[in-house]
């Protein structure tokens, strides 16, 4: 009876913790020319940023905060600041938001948490630089050049021309021109890179297998490294151990290195 009761304690624990929530929703918008620039700095939510046909970028953000009394979550809905800016070539948005809760909060009844969801439109051809520490990442805008990185979090990114994308926590999804570097701690890799000369880049995963596609016809070299797991590769250039494999793909090029500890790589065509 006992194991039970915990067992239901441990159960409405979480719904306990956050009785009340509110939400504010708001929205701007900023002359945004094609190759200008977009910076978002969150640290608890998600980024979604969409092509649109005008030269105009328009955010939507969603500030949700969750306390143990409706004064605790309207408090930290005010304390968190969204700074949105119109720089130089550009927009510029900050979050700060307020000290998380801790159990001792929540013992006296002042616990709170706030969550801040974005979606933006712009044109293509923007440069982004967009960062979240517990949120995730998703990205459709052609022609763009983009710098994703979030701790906690998946990456999406679509259509890009040029893309870095990090993340400790979860899973990358891209399909882009070229890319710089592709990194995951604990998740898989899955992308497409479709220029015909592909530049340097590095793509590596802890723990997560790295699924890459190239067009039949690109110029470059590959490395492939791995501890624990398989490489499977469809360019017959490509040889070697079965930990280690590389070659020079219809004569070579700039290299793209290949890298996962736990996990397999698996490189085909498109």
């Keep these: 009876m006992k194991k039970i009761i915990f067992g239901i304690m441990l159960f409405l624990f979480p719904l306990l913790l956050f009785s009340a929530t509110l939400t ?3 929205s701007k918008e900023f002359p945004f020319e094609k ?3 977009l910076s978002i700095e969150n640290v608890n939510g998600n980024i979604t940023v969409e092509e649109w046909d005008k030269n105009i970028l328009r ?7 969750k306390g143990t009394n409706e004064s605790s979550a309207k408090e930290a809905l005010a304390n968190a600041q969204v700074d949105i800016q119109a720089v130089k070539s550009g927009v510029s948005v900050k979050v700060q938001s307020p000290k998380s809760w801790s159990f001792f909060s929540w013992l006296w009844g002042s616990g709170s948490s706030v969550e801040v969801a974005f979606r933006v439109f712009l044109p293509q051809s923007a440069r982004m630089q967009l960062s979240s520490v517990n949120g995730s990442i998703y990205v459709n805008v052609k ?3 983009l710098t994703a990185e979030t701790v906690n979090g998946q990456i999406s990114a679509n259509g890009i021309k040029l893309l870095t994308a990090t993340t400790v926590n979860g899973r990358i999804d891209f399909d882009s021109e070229n890319i710089i570097k592709i990194e995951s701690v604990n998740g898989a890799i899955n992308g497409s890179v479709l220029s015909e000369k592909p530049r340097t880049a590095s793509v590596e995963a802890v723990n997560g297998s790295i699924t890459l596609r190239f067009k039949d016809k690109a110029s470059f070299s590959l490395s492939l490294e791995n501890v624990n797991g398989s490489i499977v590769c469809d360019f017959k250039e490509v040889e070697g151990t079965k930990r280690e494999k590389s ?3 219809n004569g ?9 500890v736990n996990g397999s790589i698996e490189v085909t065509t498109i």
């Design 24 to 26: 504010e929703n708001f």
């Design 35 to 37: 190759g200008n620039r």
């Design 59 to 65: 955010i939507e953000v969603v500030k949700t905060a």
């Design 143 to 145: 022609e763009s050049e």
């Design 247 to 249: 070659g020079d793909i």
């Design 252 to 260: 070579g090029g700039e290299t793209i290195a290949v890298e996962t």
